[in-house]
């Protein structure tokens, strides 16, 4: 059975750091898509960052690629996701997601994804 948790949310103050973790289980393969998204009451799920879990290609949204690092544990199906410099609007409900299948942003955009964790909130404050 799949499963994914995700650890790591938490509440700082604006210009903090956080590393979230999602620890993936269940899978048959070592290639998989896993990525991080976020969502806020009423809006939108939006993805922020996913990795190719195989050759350790990564992708980013705009807003996060020159704060957030996604990577990945060696040989293991975790994936993490460094936040640095947050800002308030990096405050939302973070969920990890996979697939068995190639990463692309396209992908990412439609929120192409079998399996999802539970979410882990990050607050920031101003």
């Known amino acids: 059975q799949v499963q994914l948790v995700e650890s790591g949310g938490d509440s700082v103050q604006a210009g903090g750091s956080l590393r979230l973790s999602c620890a993936a289980s269940g899978y048959t393969t070592t290639k998989i898509c896993m990525g991080w998204f976020r969502q806020t009451p009423g809006k939108k799920r939006e993805g922020v960052a996913a990795i190719y879990t195989g050759p350790g290609l990564t992708y980013y949204d705009n807003s996060v690629k020159d704060r957030f690092t996604i990577s990945q544990e060696n040989g293991k199906l975790t994936v993490y996701l460094q936040m640095n410099d947050l800002k308030p609007e990096d405050t939302a409900m973070y969920y990890c997601?996979?697939?068995?299948?190639?990463?692309?942003?396209?992908?990412?955009?439609?929120?192409?994804?079998?399996?999802w964790g539970q979410g882990t909130q990050v607050t920031v404050s101003s």
């Open positions: 997601a996979a697939v068995t299948d190639l990463c692309s942003w396209y992908r990412i955009e439609r929120l192409d994804f079998d399996d």
